[in-house]
């Protein structure tokens, strides 16, 4: 407000219009100004703030740290070889003639059947094929062959092997076996005998007929072969170097301690075998091979 002398003396005045009163409604409208800039510019800066508290987009790549290793004793790592590959069956990697290949063939079918006698022959002529034919699997052929010889024997007692005789008075199993060139426990065995005491006048026997065994050991391959009048009967494993020099011997009555003496280790149930079968003054042959 502002008072002024008037017309009619002194007025008042509602809206003075001066310099003074003009330079004050700019410095207001200067503090408005102000205020405003001071405002705006805070809302700047939360606005910045809060963008940069945002998940960065899924397509833009993350910084990932870089870790620098730590300096350990334990050896580098070294990727294990593969695995060997898995062995082929024994021969069949072999182009056998077609004669072996027939003859394996008539083996298998003869096993599947039972046929022990055509199984016998079967592996006899596969032996004897000359060459290179079937040498990989000629030591499995002679163990399988002497299981059958062995079934041939004792269960088929077998006729060019074993003959029937008939007890007369003053007979004993003894002198049955000794007088036919055997021994006493092949015969007890051929007949399921518990022992050599029951005997009775007119019984019949199985014995073996003067069978001409000879053992062939190979000081070398470590094995026994074991032939029956000339032929090849069955196979055994020697199983510790054999001390016994290279030569010919003459087998005794007892032969499981005689192999022992000579320093020919076989297992216990081979030594027995070999001791049933095989009669005194029998033939031994030690090989170097």
Same mark, same amino acid.
């Given at each position: 407000?502002?008072?002024?002398?008037?017309?009619?003396?002194?007025?008042?005045?509602?809206?003075?219009?001066?310099?003074?009163?003009?330079?004050?409604?700019?410095?207001?409208?200067?503090?408005?100004?102000?205020?405003?800039?001071?405002?705006?510019?805070?809302?700047?800066?939360?606005?910045?703030?809060?963008?940069?508290?945002?998940?960065?987009?899924?397509?833009?790549?993350?910084?990932?740290?870089?870790?620098?290793?730590?300096?350990?004793?334990?050896?580098?790592?070294?990727?294990?070889?593969?695995?060997?590959?898995?062995?082929?069956? /024994?021969?069949?990697?072999?182009?056998?003639? =077609? $004669? @072996? *290949?027939?003859?394996? +063939?008539? #083996?298998?079918?003869?096993?599947?059947?039972?046929?022990?006698?055509?199984?016998?022959?079967?592996?006899?002529?596969?032996?004897?094929?000359?060459?290179?034919?079937?040498?990989?699997?000629?030591?499995?052929?002679?163990?399988?062959?002497?299981?059958?010889?062995?079934?041939?024997?004792?269960?088929?007692?077998?006729?060019?092997?074993?003959?029937?005789?008939?007890?007369?008075?003053?007979?004993?199993?003894?002198?049955?076996?000794?007088?036919?060139?055997?021994?006493?426990?092949?015969?007890?065995?051929?007949?399921?005998?518990?022992?050599?005491?029951?005997?009775?006048?007119?019984?019949?026997?199985?014995?073996?007929?003067? /069978?001409?065994?000879?053992?062939?050991?190979? =000081? $070398? @391959? *470590?094995?026994?072969? +074991?032939? #029956?009048?000339?032929?090849?009967?069955?196979?055994?494993?020697?199983?510790?170097?054999?001390?016994?020099?290279?030569?010919?011997?003459?087998?005794?009555?007892?032969?499981?301690?005689?192999?022992?003496?000579?320093?020919?280790?076989?297992?216990?149930?081979?030594?027995?075998?070999?001791?049933?079968?095989?009669?005194?003054?029998?033939?031994?042959?030690?090989?170097?091979?």
């Amino acid at each position: 407000m502002a008072f002024a002398q008037g017309k009619f003396g002194i007025e008042y005045n509602a809206n003075p219009i001066d310099e003074e009163s003009s330079g004050a409604g700019w410095l207001v409208v200067v503090i408005a100004l102000a205020a405003i800039a001071v405002l705006a510019a805070a809302g700047v800066r939360r606005l910045v703030s809060s963008a940069s508290d945002e998940p960065p987009p899924i397509d833009a790549p993350v910084a990932v740290p870089t870790v620098t290793p730590v300096a350990t004793n334990a050896p580098p790592y070294v990727e294990p070889p593969p695995p060997p590959p898995t062995p082929l069956p /024994p021969g069949a990697e072999r182009n056998r003639p =077609r $004669v @072996a *290949k027939n003859l394996l +063939l008539k #083996l298998e079918k003869a096993e599947a059947a039972h046929d022990v006698e055509l199984a016998v022959s079967t592996i006899e002529q596969l032996r004897a094929l000359p060459g290179e034919a079937v040498a990989d699997l000629d030591n499995s052929l002679a163990r399988r062959l002497g299981e059958l010889n062995i079934r041939r024997l004792f269960v088929g007692r077998n006729r060019q092997w074993v003959k029937e005789v008939e007890v007369r008075r003053g007979d004993s199993a003894t002198r049955i076996a000794f007088e036919n060139g055997s021994t006493l426990a092949s015969l007890l065995k051929l007949n399921e005998l518990p022992s050599a005491d029951r005997l009775r006048v007119g019984q019949k026997l199985n014995v073996m007929d003067h /069978p001409r065994f000879t053992i062939v050991v190979h =000081r $070398v @391959a *470590k094995y026994a072969d +074991l032939t #029956l009048k000339g032929k090849f009967f069955k196979r055994y494993d020697i199983i510790a170097p054999v001390r016994a020099e290279a030569g010919n011997y003459e087998t005794p009555a007892k032969l499981r301690a005689f192999l022992a003496e000579k320093g020919i280790a076989l297992s216990p149930a081979d030594s027995a075998e070999l001791d049933m079968l095989v009669p005194a003054k029998s033939s031994l042959l030690v090989s170097d091979l």
